[in-house]
């Protein structure tokens, strides 16, 4: 069993900067790879970027890549992604995921947090 909690959400101008932290529990967090959604209100949830149990594969979506980056540091049993060069359609509700699988590119998961909210003003 993997817990997670997110945050590191806020209010920012579209081209700034915000860091998103997920804590988790559980012993077997550094065995599972760990994941980034995003989901705005009438929207399917959006998968943003993953990272594998060793912290040396990642995959992006388009929209993000280059911008964002994830990373994650098993000592502390913890995943972040660094938002960069925000802008107004990266409003969202962001979520972490964890999941024993180790395909990055299989977008389902079994462990989710609660989200952390990221509001970007044009």
């Known amino acids: 069993q993997v817990q997670l909690v997110e945050s590191g959400g806020g209010l920012v101008q579209a081209g700034g900067s915000l860091r998103l932290s997920c804590a988790g529990s559980g012993r077997t967090f550094s065995s599972h790879k760990m994941g980034w959604f995003r989901q705005t209100p009438g929207k399917e949830r959006e998968f943003v970027a993953a990272i594998s149990w060793s912290g040396g594969s990642t995959y992006y979506a388009e929209s993000v890549k280059g911008r964002f980056t994830i990373s994650r540091d098993n000592a502390k049993n913890a995943v972040y992604l660094q938002m960069n060069s925000l802008k107004p359609t990266d409003t969202a509700v962001y979520y972490c995921?964890?999941?024993?699988?180790?395909?990055?590119?299989?977008?389902?998961?079994?462990?989710w947090g609660q989200g952390t909210q990221v509001t970007v003003s044009s």
């Open positions: 995921a964890a999941d024993r699988s180790a395909i990055l590119v299989l977008l389902t998961y079994d462990y």
